[in-house]
């Protein structure tokens, strides 16, 4: 399951036209990165119920979750996906900076990294140099459907090797905002969690502080991690096909209701850089879109 299995399994000078980078300083660091980017919200997530009662709920504390759970979805179906990685539309610098600070608070890697494993996935999706099919495993079938989908939906985070940012998203380095971001991505996660906290403390003193830090920094990060990571997986292999659909990618209406439209996803391979998806009643990721169009703040819908 590790980098070096894909090495056994594809030869070298595949890998290399690939752009895909298995040793190195390089893929060891882009591990730990995704390593402290999963098990740090993961933990403060976890000490909700060590620490509870005193960690129970309040409807602050909801609401604040409330707000900073779209403004993440909004990071990462609208701004990383839709916009960094397909270009899907056209739109002002800065709203261009908000979506990059809000796709880097999502805790998700920097913007150059999920773009470059993004766009690996729609190349080569579902075949072995997919980086996250549940179909391959590391450049072999797995054996087991399970392991294969355990496999897509997280642990390839921890021992994948590196898509080369330079040949995948070079647009997103060349970018002085989008660079920015991601030389920032570690203060921008510090922020996403801090920033529920400050708003917590001016609404309710220093415990709704406490309680915003966990609930609406921790867990929110954590829950969209799930949920991001479930179209890897379970949009993968369960679910409804649209008919020109190319490969083993699925539609699945709940993952569309909390994505904002991206659980769309065998529309979304067949049409990948389109921006708005279909059906539409559920794509609130494309309403968005058109209400920002007629602001004038985006333009150029493909
Ligand atoms: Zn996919
Ligand atoms: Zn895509």
Do not use: K
């Not at 309403?287 to 493909?302: A, K, P, Q, S």
């Amino acid at each position: 399951m590790s980098a070096a299995s894909i090495e056994r399994a594809i030869p070298r000078a595949e890998l290399e036209r690939a752009g895909v980078l298995t040793s190195g300083p390089a893929v060891t660091a882009n591990q730990v990165l995704n390593a402290w980017s999963i098990l740090l919200p993961l933990a403060g997530s976890l000490w909700i119920l060590v620490d509870w009662p005193r960690t129970a709920p309040t409807a602050t504390t909801g609401a604040v979750f409330a707000v900073f759970f779209v403004l993440q979805v909004i990071g990462i179906g609208i701004g990383l996906h839709r916009y960094f990685t397909h270009r899907a539309f056209e739109t002002t610098r800065w709203l261009h900076a908000v979506l990059g600070v809000l796709g880097s608070a999502a805790f998700q890697g920097p913007i150059d990294r999920w773009v470059a494993d993004h766009r690996r996935h729609h190349r080569y999706t579902d075949g072995p140099l997919d980086p996250h099919s549940p179909h391959w495993m590391n450049g072999e079938r797995p054996g087991s459907r399970w392991l294969g989908l355990v496999n897509a939906h997280m642990t390839w985070l921890f021992v994948c090797p590196l898509t080369d940012p330079d040949r995948y998203a070079a647009d997103v380095r060349r970018d002085p905002i989008s660079s920015w971001c991601c030389r920032h991505y570690a203060a921008l996660c510090a922020a996403s969690v801090a920033a529920p906290a400050a708003v917590g403390l001016a609404m309710g003193g220093p415990h709704e502080a406490m309680l915003c830090f966990f609930w609406a920094g921790c867990l929110r990060v954590s829950l969209l991690h799930q949920i991001t990571w479930s179209i890897n997986s379970i949009g993968h292999s369960f679910g409804r096909q649209v008919p020109d659909c190319p490969d083993e990618s699925r539609d699945i209406g709940i993952f569309s209701l909390l994505l904002f439209g991206e659980g769309y996803h065998s529309y979304h391979h067949a049409h990948p850089n389109v921006a708005i998806n279909e059906p539409t009643h559920l794509d609130l990721g494309g309403f968005i879109l058109r209400g920002l169009r007629r602001l004038g703040w985006v333009w150029n819908l493909r």
